[in-house]
């Protein structure tokens, strides 16, 4: 099983990325999927999920209308949209496959948000 994350990259405050999650070797489509960051001297943090069937999404209060999780089972792919960027959303974000005692985690990608 494995996970790939993409589309990070440096953004000036304000602007927008879409990070992008490929999952092989499980069915996708059964996990709960999440984002997850963590910046230099903090802990990892939950940013957002989105149930197996893509019903039920939730984030974090510091990116509510902020940022959009998705997730599109077709392509076995979970992605977060992030619009309006701060300097405190500079992170590495990890995605996240779970379901009851399986858990994948990808290798994770670096959001920089600077000017």
């Known amino acids: 099983a494995q996970l790939v994350e993409s589309g990070g990259g440096l953004v000036q405050p304000g602007g927008s990325l879409r990070l992008s999650c490929a999952a092989s070797?499980?069915?996708?489509?059964?996990?709960?999927m999440s984002w997850y960051r963590q910046a230099p001297g903090k802990e990892r943090e939950l940013v957002a999920g989105?149930?197996?069937?893509?019903?039920?999404?939730w984030y974090v209060d510091s990116v509510k209308g902020r940022f959009t999780i998705s997730r599109d089972d077709a392509k076995n792919t979970a992605y977060l949209q992030m619009n309006s960027l701060k300097a405190e959303d500079t992170a590495v974000y990890y995605c996240?496959?779970?379901?009851?005692?399986?858990?994948?985690w990808g290798q994770g990608t670096q959001v920089t948000v600077s000017s």
């Open positions: 996240k496959a779970i379901r009851t005692s399986e858990i994948y």
């Open positions: 070797g499980f069915t996708f489509s059964s996990y709960v």
């Open positions: 989105i149930s197996s069937t893509g019903g039920s999404t």
